[in-house]
């Protein structure tokens, strides 16, 4: 399904640019950061408060909902929006990253990947085409074909060879597409090896597909690597396609991403680190503790600039006395405001990029930085 | 302080009475069930949902809020009230269930009763005139007075002494209240012996107490055992005070309590059965396992009467799933809906009182009880 991308604004001092696409369950501003459900929920928050929040599109994981609930009862719940009551749009990952994570799991071959499942050890087969049958089941709006992802650790000609596999996946993933309401994206692979990215680059953009995603970041690599494979690669995928980075990151990396010409992103970050009390502030610029006794006889908001549901309700005392004594309403709060600000900080993007002034709000972000 | 308890409709061939108070922080109608946030947070839900669901009083608890987050934190953050954005009421029970709950971790005494924490062994020291005052830093509307629960099968003498000892007690609670915006129950004891709980109204009714909880059933007895002495107790408080069954209990627990008299429960059942996946269906005359593979593909709700949150939006297949992969949407949307059909129950109640009607309600409900 073609989504229609228009890019509506760029910045003249950087590559990056807002607009907009469309998918069957409505439209998505971009630059976009779509927070992450992987098992059709998105941890400690329910679908009208990421309604509320202005999520326009969240995440599934094609791996972990083919483990659990599996592909037959998705299909009998009539797939992840209706069972999940989520009314806007879902991106699929492909459990290409589960290759990955889950290695000690899994053995690969030219026509997939056989894991054993975390859950019960029962084999789950991944191929090009069950990939995409598992996403056509969860109903997804954009799926994601499947890709090896090695390590950024890997020798050369490891990294080479699973990007060449990615290219023959990637091409029986658009052969196996039936569904029209779907979109499907193509994953860049090469590590950080500039050569092998422009080759992959080379190797994908010219196939039909909906949108192109940089994979293969934040695995291990140094930051600075991150940015400078990230600057090499994004500027030469279509202009006229949604790009988006895979599995990133903080928020100066969302930042930094949009900067490069990054249209999405998604990553774990923002509710994980709140289930752990690690917590964003300062528009994303600093990141406290609450477990630090500090905040215990605090009465104020943890971020006093924040106007998310949490911080206009709750003092951080309260929040840390709920996070030490490991209640649910923890996770939720927690989550709430990070996910909040990172989304706040997408918005605060587009809207400089839609007046003009996206250099002006990078240098001014970044000046705020601590020390 | 007085809670102006007015009783404003009875039933004619029951006990059963329908009426209202009033606390510093707003209007109670009773028959009441109050949910309960021992921590300072009824698990799995917000305080706007409680809101929304028509609670009007919540618990918190002494023993625990005293250990989590201490006394000197809750005075530094203002209080239950203050700290969880719960602007509705607050009843604190005083810590004598932890008497009997964490049996091995206390000594007993005259002077009260010295715990070693369940967190970190320290010692936590609760006098009547210490619950009192913590009492007082949480803020509660309605405190109780400490209590010496013995388990209902103790030995007579047991039972004898620890009621006398909540008498002593009792009084000094009385003589320990500072605060005039704070109610103070007392609570009657004496086990499933008839003469021993007369020997106790009798000994504590005379009191200037706000209300009379009856305290130390649902301890071990059978549910007749528990009836029984309910049926024997609740009508000889006094008329013109709000009567509590502590701890209680089922929903049938609610309606039998509620035919003897009682204005107020509180029970953990609704949110830990919740968190278990047991629910309440059926206007809570049958219980389900919502783990039984029979619901995995159920698209339509749990209940197909409810109109919770929850069963609005969700069908039994996918919470299910939530509740097998122990996301934290599964307490939440769960408890939601065993609260609301709790609290459903209580708003149910009421009505029937006000019209007149509740003996037919009473037949009415019982008759659809499952064979």
Not at 135 to 150: E, F, R, T
Not at 170 to 198: E, M, N, S, V, Y
Not at 294 to 320: E, K, M, V
Request: charged letters at 25%; a positive charge; hydrophobic letters at 40%.
């Amino acid at each position: 399904m073609d989504l229609n991308f228009r890019v509506e604004a760029r910045c003249d001092s950087t590559h990056a640019r807002c607009g907009r696409y469309q998918t069957a369950h409505g439209e998505v501003e971009t630059p976009v950061f779509m927070p992450v459900g992987t098992q059709a929920t998105v941890k400690g928050l329910a679908p009208d408060e990421l309604e509320d929040m202005g999520a326009s599109i969240i995440l599934g994981n094609t791996y972990h909902l083919a483990v659990r609930p599996g592909v037959e009862v998705l299909e009998a719940l009539g797939g992840m929006h209706t069972m999940a009551h989520w009314k806007r749009s879902i991106l699929t990952d492909s459990g290409g990253f589960q290759v990955m994570s889950l290695a000690k799991l899994r053995k690969i071959s030219e026509d997939g990947v056989r894991f054993r499942n975390h859950v019960d050890g029962a084999y789950v087969d991944l191929t090009p085409e069950r990939a995409i049958r598992i996403q056509d089941a969860i109903g997804s709006d954009i799926m994601m074909c499947l890709d090896h992802l090695p390590p950024t650790t890997a020798p050369r000609a490891e990294v080479e060879e699973a990007m060449e596999r990615t290219t023959r996946w990637a091409k029986r993933c658009l052969a196996a597409r039936t569904r029209p309401d779907g979109a499907l994206f193509a994953i860049i692979q090469g590590g950080i090896d500039h050569g092998l990215r422009t080759r992959h680059v080379e190797a994908l953009c010219g196939e039909p597909f909906d949108g192109f995603a940089v994979g293969g970041l934040s695995v291990g690599e140094s930051i600075p690597q991150m940015y400078e494979t990230l600057e090499h690669t994004a500027p030469q995928l279509p202009a006229d396609k949604p790009r988006y980075l895979m599995g990133v990151g903080t928020p100066i990396d969302l930042l930094e991403g949009v900067a490069r010409g990054v249209d999405m992103f998604d990553c774990v970050m923002p509710t994980r680190n709140a289930r752990k009390g690690s917590l964003f502030v300062d528009r994303g610029r600093r990141k406290l503790n609450l477990k630090n006794a500090r905040f215990a006889r605090q009465r104020g908001p943890i971020d006093p600039d924040c106007d998310c549901y949490t911080c206009r309700r709750f003092g951080a005392g309260y929040l840390r006395h709920l996070l030490k004594t490991n209640e649910f309403l923890a996770a939720r709060l927690l989550s709430r405001h990070n996910v909040h600000l990172y989304l706040r900080l997408m918005a605060d993007m587009r809207r400089a990029l839609r007046a003009g002034r996206f250099a002006a709000f990078y240098r001014d972000w970044k000046s705020g930085l601590p020390g």
